[in-house]
């Protein structure tokens, strides 16, 4: 008797289950497009000159140099581009030294977002607008020496960082 009490609600579990079974639709939207923006400026070069920090106070910024990623022949409909700078040198927010001799220690470089955010190098994502039918799109960054200990010493600085595009 309780095998077939068993064999019955299985079977009528079995059953409902399958009477509410639902399609549900999925809808695409999508844009297509040949091709993304020319970037004019591949290789950016930020010359910040020779920088004194000497009595700069540690955690603040110095020697602010402004630079821009420059695009060109947007396609009409391009109406967004969603910059993120990374550094693969290292794990904190900034660009650290990359020279191994004669280098200078305890300070790094901080960018900033054109509405003068720092960007943390680990984790950053910057949106501008794009006027597909102007010539080309200024995308404004600026860039600032950072003292980062007391320990600090003069000598050669070179960061490098590189810029990942995403357009909408």
Known sequence: MIKYILY???????????????????YIIAKVVEKSCTIINNDITVDMSIANGKGTVLGE???????????????????????????????SSYIENQVAEGNATGYSIVVYNSLNQPLDMQDNWSDFKIDSENAQTNLNFSAAFIKTSNDASAGKFNGIASFEIVYD
């Open 8 to 26: 019955f609600t299985s079977f009528c579990m079995l059953s409902i289950s399958y009477h509410l079974a639902a399609q549900v639709p999925i």
């Open 61 to 91: 910024p110095f020697q602010r140099t402004p630079f821009s990623i420059v695009l060109k022949d947007c396609p009409l409909g391009t109406d967004n581009a969603h910059v993120r700078l990374t550094t693969t040198n290292s794990t």
